[in-house]
T-cell receptor, first 116, second 115 residues
Framework: DADVTQTPRNRITKTGKRIMLECSQT?????MYWYRQDPGLGLRLIYY???????NKGEISDGYSVSRQAQAKFSLSLESAIPNQTALYFC???????????????FGSGTQLSVL | AQKVTQAQTEISVVEKEDVTLDCVYE???????LFWYKQPPSGELVFLIR??????QNEISGRYSWNFQKSTSSFNFTITASQVVDSAVYFC????????????FGSGTRLSIRP
C-alpha cells in the first residue's frame, strides 16, 4: 500500500459544487501539505499543517479550506468549485524531526480534478 | 522573493544521449536547500536529491549527476546515457533553511527520451 494515499484519483464536478479531496498517510509524519499543479506553473502550495492544531495558508489558499482530522489525515475542500480550479492536486508529507528545514517531501499519487 | 526558473519547457533526445536540465534560482538567503524531483508518467513525484547551500560539491549517483554553482545560482541536473525510463517531468525546487513550508518549485522540464 502507498505511504501517502489520495482519494479520489479523478473527479469531475460542476461549477458551484462543494467537493472534498482526502489524504491519508502511514509514514507517521507530522507535517502535511496540499499543492496544486498546473501546466507550466509547477507546484504551488495551497495549505500546510505542522500538526493537528496548526493550519497555515500557502500562496494560493483563496477558494480552498482544509481540515486536519488526525495526524494521518488531511483533507482539502473546495467550497464552491470554479473552472479555474481544474488542476492536479497533490498531498505531501514531511517529518519535522529533521532540524533546520530541508525536509524531503513524500507525495501521494495526485487527484485530477475537473470543474465543468 | 525567492524564485526558481527552469527555462527548458521540453527536451527531447535520443536514447543514450547525455542531457542536462537547467535550474536557476534567486534568493537573498545565505543558507537554503535545493532539490530535484521526478514526476514519471504515472504522476507521483519522487525525490531525487537535496543539497544545502553550504555544500557546493557536485554529486553523482549512477547515471545522474548534479552541478551546484552558488556563483551563478544554478543547480543543474545531468543524465548520462539517457534511457527511455528517464522520460518524465523534472522539477527543481528551493527550500528555506528554517522551514519546509516554503519549498518553491520551478515550472518543470518535460524530458522525452526517444528509443
Amino acid at each position: 500500500d502507498a505511504d501517502v494515499t489520495q482519494t479520489p484519483r479523478n473527479r469531475i464536478t460542476k461549477t458551484g459544487k462543494r467537493i472534498m479531496l482526502e489524504c491519508s498517510q502511514t509514514k507517521g509524519h507530522d507535517r502535511m501539505y496540499w499543492y496544486r499543479q498546473d501546466p507550466g506553473l509547477g507546484l504551488r502550495l495551497i495549505y500546510y499543517s505542522f500538526d493537528v492544531k496548526d493550519i497555515n495558508k500557502g500562496e494560493i489558499s483563496d477558494g480552498y479550506s482544509v481540515s486536519r482530522q488526525a495526524q494521518a489525515k488531511f483533507s482539502l475542500s473546495l467550497e464552491s468549485a470554479i473552472p479555474n480550479q481544474t488542476a492536479l492536486y497533490f498531498c505531501a508529507t514531511s517529518d519535522s524531526g529533521r532540524t533546520g528545514g530541508g525536509e524531503k517531501l513524500f507525495f501521494g499519487s495526485g487527484t485530477q480534478l475537473s470543474v465543468l | 522573493a525567492q524564485k526558481v526558473t527552469q527555462a527548458q519547457t521540453e527536451i527531447s533526445v535520443v536514447e543514450k544521449e547525455d542531457v542536462t536540465l537547467d535550474c536557476v534560482y534567486e534568493t537573498r538567503d545565505t543558507t537554503y536547500y535545493l532539490f530535484w524531483y521526478k514526476q514519471p508518467p504515472s504522476g507521483e513525484l519522487v525525490f531525487l536529491i537535496r543539497r544545502n547551500s553550504f555544500d557546493e560539491q557536485n554529486e553523482i549517483s549512477g547515471r545522474y549527476s548534479w552541478n551546484f554553482q552558488k556563483s551563478t545560482s544554478s543547480f543543474n541536473f545531468t543524465i548520462t546515457a539517457s534511457q527511455v525510463v528517464d522520460s518524465a517531468v523534472y522539477f527543481c525546487a528551493f527550500g528555506h533553511y528554517s522551514s519546509a513550508s516554503k519549498i518553491i518549485f520551478g515550472s518543470g522540464t518535460r524530458l522525452s527520451i526517444r528509443p
